[in-house]
């Protein structure tokens, strides 16, 4: 049963998912595209769109992985943000960053008590297999 802090790190998982994915669009075709009329780099918000149902659902396996894989877009953001000359690609690249942490948060915060229960019954069992020999 999941507490009100639970469902609150949950939404905010699938919230800033959501604004990463319309972020990175936005961003590479109308706020400050690398080339004039928009990019190909608005791309890169497609493999986002892949966890998000499995965020939506509560998919425990989706949430571990994709936590790794958000890992990508903040080293893009840090380094966009410290390397971009335009001032507002810079800003958008920070932005970037920040929204990562959130989902990143949000996405281990909720997993924790999963696996703190996973790891509970993996040490009854180890003690079961103990006391049995």
Not at 29 to 45: E, R, T, Y
Not at 94 to 119: D, H, M, N, T
């Amino acid at each position: 049963m999941e507490n009100v802090a639970q469902k609150c790190f949950h939404w905010g998982a699938i919230g800033s998912l959501a604004t990463l994915i319309v972020w990175c669009a936005c961003w590479e075709i109308m706020l400050a595209p690398l080339h004039p009329g928009g990019s190909w780099m608005a791309l890169k918000a497609l493999p986002l769109l892949i966890p998000l149902h499995g965020v939506i659902r509560r998919d425990i396996y989706t949430l571990q992985w994709s936590s790794m894989l958000i890992l990508l877009y903040f080293a893009e953001g840090v380094v966009r943000g410290y390397s971009d000359r335009n001032s507002i690609s810079s800003f958008l690249g920070w932005g970037e960053a920040v929204i990562v942490c959130v989902y990143f948060l949000c996405s281990v915060l909720y997993l924790r008590p999963y696996k703190q229960a996973a790891k509970k019954l993996a040490k009854e069992l180890l003690d079961k297999v103990n006391t049995a020999k």
